[in-house]
């Protein structure tokens, strides 16, 4: 969860204005609640997308997105803010 936030910040701090997964496959589901939980919207569902080892089936993946433009400038992850060098508690 943790360098999520940090892909988050990072990414923003460089000019991005969004954030793509393309392949988010539907049985792991570590995965998916992860990137639902950090606020990641499901913008694809690709029916049958590849062939996993373990699964008997094609498995479907997801694309996710965040749009970063939604992200506070003042972000932080943990308990330090991106860039400063030191620890900055949210009030």
Request: proline share 4%; charged share 30%; aromatic share 10%.
């Given at each position: 969860r943790a360098m999520a936030g940090v892909f988050l910040r990072v990414g923003k701090d460089l000019g991005f204005r969004s954030a793509y997964f393309n392949l988010v496959f539907a049985t792991n589901t570590a995965s998916v609640a992860?990137?639902?939980?950090?606020?990641?919207?499901?913008?694809a569902v690709l029916e049958k997308a590849a062939r996993i080892e373990g699964e008997e089936e094609l498995v479907t993946a997801y694309g996710y997105r965040f749009d970063l433009d939604t992200l506070p400038d003042?972000?932080?992850?943990?308990?330090?803010?991106?860039?400063?060098?030191?620890?900055?508690?949210?009030?």
């Open positions: 992860l990137w639902e939980a950090v606020g990641f919207e499901r913008v003042d972000y932080l992850v943990g308990d330090r803010r991106i860039g400063d060098g030191g620890p900055s508690r949210a009030s």
